[in-house]
């Protein structure tokens, strides 16, 4: 990607177009968070419903001060402190607009008095808000409930033309959304979405875990929906080794035709059994590398995708350990295999 590349992609921001954008999550529907318009395109080519609120991007905590209301709680500074920029994101209240700045545009906090912003790391997402010179609103650049996409190709796929351009920055880093965490009236904080910074990130920074409020179907974050992230082909969740080999056996041979495995969070060195069980499937996908699910979390949605894409009949998914990204992962699966 070159500086014109950019250069262009500024240039249609201002010009109230909609971007792919590449950030260290997920590729995001980039457009200028002040530009109601511009917002209203990007809730039209996802086919999101309103009342689901977008993150504005900034380049850093002035910005983002320009668009909240007041002194933030502390441990807002904190956390800030530690994880910005990066994939960590803070639901404060939300600045009017006036004394000549344009505030964020209503429709893109869907009328709420918080707004939620983020200073991405991702450097090509850095250079488009500083030429932009705007926050950027940007959700992740799926269609409503599918899969978020993590590489310039899966934009592609997800939305084709509907996108003006799009920036292909590679495969990102973290392959999970960020952590959104808001905050109660005495300043508490609370995660609103599970995401690659850790519940054990947050801890240690906070001194105690937060509380965690995310999920339902009239949840805290109004995008956190029971069914999301999912793919055409509907996914069984097993949380243990045994579910999931009584799921090959059930399947196997059976009359229902090819059925695939994904287990992000398998060893591969658990005595030849998770070879065992990937046998008992027409396509495999363990996506572990060692001991942390980082490796797993980056190409989760990919291999979700890919597995989607092979007329499979069903996939079955083994959980992740319930720990560090492993939760923000088996969220994402909960919601894939929800009905
Ligand atoms: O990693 C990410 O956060 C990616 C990249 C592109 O930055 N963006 C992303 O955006 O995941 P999106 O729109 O797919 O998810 C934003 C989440 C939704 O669950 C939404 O409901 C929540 O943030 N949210 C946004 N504004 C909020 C607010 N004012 N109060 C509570 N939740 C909010
Ligand atoms: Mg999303």
């Known amino acids: 990607m070159t500086p014109q590349d950019i250069a262009r992609a500024v240039d249609v921001i201002r010009a109230g177009g909609v971007v792919g954008m590449p950030t260290e999550t997920v590729y995001g529907l980039a457009c200028d968070a002040t530009n109601g318009q511009a917002v209203a395109r990007v809730f039209e ?13 900034v380049a850093d905590r002035a910005m983002a001060g320009s668009i909240t209301q007041g002194e933030w709680p502390v441990a807002a500074q904190r956390l800030v402190e530690a994880f910005w920029p990066g994939p960590l994101t803070l639901v404060l209240p939300r600045a009017a607009a006036g004394a000549g700045l344009p505030g964020v545009a209503e429709l893109a906090t869907s009328g709420l008095d918080t ?5 991405p790391s ?13 926050p950027l609103a940007a959700p992740s650049a799926n269609r409503f409930g599918s899969i978020s996409p993590t590489t310039a190709e899966a934009v592609r796929a997800e939305l084709g033309d509907a996108v003006d351009v799009v920036l292909d920055g590679g ?7 960020s952590t959104v965490v808001g905050f109660e009236e005495g300043g508490a904080p609370v995660v609103l979405r599970l995401g690659a910074v850790t519940l054990e990130q947050l801890g240690e920074v906070l001194g ?3 509380t965690v409020r995310s999920g339902g179907s009239r949840p805290a ?10 793919p055409r082909t509907p996914m069984r969740l097993v949380e243990t080794w045994e579910a999931a080999v009584e799921a090959s056996r059930t399947f196997l041979g059976g009359p229902e035709g090819r059925v695939g495995l994904l287990a992000p969070g398998l060893l591969d060195d658990e005595g030849g059994r998770a070879a065992d069980l990937a046998a008992g499937f027409a396509v495999s996908r363990r996506l572990r590398v060692g001991d942390d699910l980082r490796a797993s ?9 890919d597995l989607d894409g092979l007329g499979l009949v069903r996939i079955v998914v083994v959980a992740a350990p319930e720990r560090g990204l492993g939760r923000a992962i088996n969220d994402r699966l909960r919601r894939a295999s929800a009905r």
């Open 45 to 57: 080519v996802k086919a999101r419903p309103s009342f689901d609120p977008l993150i504005a991007h």
């Open 115 to 119: 707004v939620a912003v983020r200073c």
């Open 122 to 134: 991702g450097g090509v997402a850095r250079r488009l808000i500083e030429g932009a010179g705007v």
């Open 171 to 177: 495969p990102c880093e973290h392959g999970l959304e």
């Open 208 to 210: 105690d875990a937060p």
């Open 221 to 230: 974050a109004p995008g956190m929906l029971d069914r999301h992230y999912a």
């Open 297 to 305: 979390a980056a190409v989760l949605f990919a291999a979700m995708r």
